[in-house]
């Protein structure tokens, strides 16, 4: 994957978003984790580091490698782990299909929200692999953007959920990949693979998901491919703007949003 492969951008929106996501959902995407001292952990594409820092936090005594594509996106990595007092991290840049990481040197590896940019996900995968240490552990983490449903239905709303999707596949990625987990992770040559959905659903009985959820989360991360999908012919301003106003429709008393992760476990 390139920089120019990433739909979302690189901007300091982009950047808020994935902290903000990382902050809402902490409980939901790092459940029963449990790693002791000394574990060496392997970030596979740790993006600005939002869930670099909850790593570090987490498990205080591990030794944390991450790694990224995007040397602007590793700058604010470090910048924000350094900033919270953090010294169990180390970068590194890295090419996920391509790289040769260190073979067998991990214990665990952590990939979240990466696989989706990424055109050769089984190569990743693959390369994630010979990284791991026999008897070592993956967890892997995807959104499916097909996924979501949401109360008002609207074809103006779907519409820019599909754009977004459209756009992911055209740059070589999978907006969808949530649900290839399984047999991505077992045709890699991992066992024991286990996939669990991991949904959100918001309604007007949990306010504080629908500002953080709905609004910082799913429709900002819609939002931001707003410039792509108008260079690209699949959509129009008007059309655009009608459809993220009828996605936050979704957020009136009336309102409803669904939308699943899917988080796969494995070892080697």
Not at 109 to 136: K, M, S, T
Not at 211 to 221: L, N, V
């Amino acid at each position: 994957m390139t920089e120019q492969q990433y739909v979302h951008g690189y901007g300091e929106e982009d950047s808020e978003r994935l902290v903000k996501q990382s902050e809402a959902l902490e409980e939901i995407l790092h459940a029963e984790e449990d790693f002791p001292a000394g574990t060496q952990i392997l970030e596979a594409g740790c993006g600005v580091g939002a869930q670099t820092v909850i790593l570090a936090h987490r498990f205080p005594e591990a030794e944390i490698l991450s790694v990224d594509i995007s040397e602007t996106y590793l700058a604010q990595a470090e910048e924000r782990v350094r900033a919270c007092g953090f010294t169990n991290v180390t970068f590194r840049h890295a090419d996920l299909a391509t790289t040769d990481l260190p073979p067998e040197s991990a214990d665990h590896i952590f990939v979240c929200f990466v696989l989706e940019h990424i055109p050769e996900p089984e190569a990743a995968l693959r390369n994630l692999y010979r990284a791991l240490r026999p008897g070592g552990s993956v967890t892997v983490i995807e959104g499916d953007h097909g996924s979501a449903i949401f109360h008002p239905e609207s074809p103006a709303a779907r519409h820019v959920v599909d754009c977004l999707i459209d756009l992911q596949h055209r740059a070589g990625g999978d907006g969808n990949i949530g649900r290839r987990l399984y047999p991505l992770l077992t045709d890699a040559g991992f066992s024991e693979v286990t996939v669990t959905p991991a949904p959100v659903y918001v309604d007007a009985g949990h306010p504080a998901l629908v500002e953080e959820f709905t609004e910082k989360i799913f429709i900002a991360m819609v939002e931001a491919s707003r410039e792509a999908a108008i260079r690209a012919g699949i959509s129009d301003p008007a059309r655009w703007d009608a459809g993220i106003s009828a996605l936050r429709r979704t957020k009136e008393p009336d309102g409803t949003l669904y939308y699943s992760f899917f988080k796969a476990t494995a070892v080697k």
